[in-house]
């Protein structure tokens, strides 16, 4: 079974910026697409950005815009999102998954655990 393995979550003030990783040890994630999602209690896992194999095509949720950048780098086999002016309405478990180009939860087979991000002064 792919696992992914998020990090770089944590507490930030807002206004700040995180940069989130994400790897698959001994697995290839340049056959994929890969999207970030996020998820808050008692709501849906939202989509967030997702980039193509390739990196050429990015795509990002209206809330983040502007504010958060995806790329890839395919030789280290790694996938980063960077925010930037971060906001507590941005506070959720971060997920990247492994699957085809999109911002449906349904596109993605492969799923990581999540790392937690906390926007708060």
């Known amino acids: 079974q792919l696992q992914l393995v998020e990090s770089g979550g944590g507490l930030v003030q807002p206004g700040g910026s995180l940069r989130l990783s994400c790897e698959a040890p001994?697995?290839?994630?340049?056959?994929?697409?890969i999207g970030w999602f996020r998820e808050v209690p008692g709501k849906g896992r939202e989509g967030v950005s997702c980039i193509s194999r390739e990196g050429s095509d990015t795509d990002y949720a209206a809330s983040v815009k502007g504010r958060f950048t995806v790329s890839r780098d395919n030789a280290k086999n790694t996938v980063y999102l960077q925010m930037d002016n971060l906001k507590p309405e941005d506070t959720a478990v971060y997920y990247c998954a492994a699957g085809t180009y999109g911002l449906s939860v349904w596109r993605y087979d492969y799923w990581g655990q999540g790392t937690q991000v906390t926007v708060s002064s």
């Open positions: 001994g697995l290839t994630l340049a056959y994929y697409a």
